[in-house]
Nanobody
């Protein structure tokens, strides 16, 4: 089992920045990829970004490309989502997730999910 816990959410103004962190614990040697997703009430969970744990290769959703950057620190079992030039439409609960076997934007690839952290961007 892998446990992931998000932190770093909060309130930001449009054009501002926030950095989300994801602390992984447990059988972290099983992590193949880490992803970030977001969800607003009444909508499906949306893929934001993912990183291959060993190689560091990344993908980002078109909606955040050029503004958000995913990264990881293997030695500290930490994942990060740097969010710059935030927009009101980025307001959502952000979830960190870990996958033991796959990589990409499909939520079903990820077995382990955090509780989420709220990000609110004011205009």
């Amino acid at each position: 089992q892998v446990q992931v816990v998000e932190s770093g959410g909060g309130l930001a103004q449009a054009g501002g920045s926030l950095r989300l962190s994801c602390a992984a614990s447990g059988r972290t040697f099983n992590i193949y990829a880490m992803g970030w997703f977001r969800q607003v009430p009444g909508k499906e969970r949306e893929f934001v970004a993912a990183v291959r744990w060993s190689s560091g290769g990344t993908i980002h959703a078109d909606s955040v490309k050029g503004r958000f950057t995913i990264s990881r620190n293997i030695a500290e079992n930490m994942g990060y989502l740097q969010m710059n030039n935030l927009k009101p439409e980025d307001t959502a609960v952000y979830y960190c997730a870990a996958s033991p076997r796959g990589f990409g934007g499909a939520p079903q690839v990820y077995d382990y999910w955090g509780q989420g952290t709220q990000v609110t961007v004011s205009s």
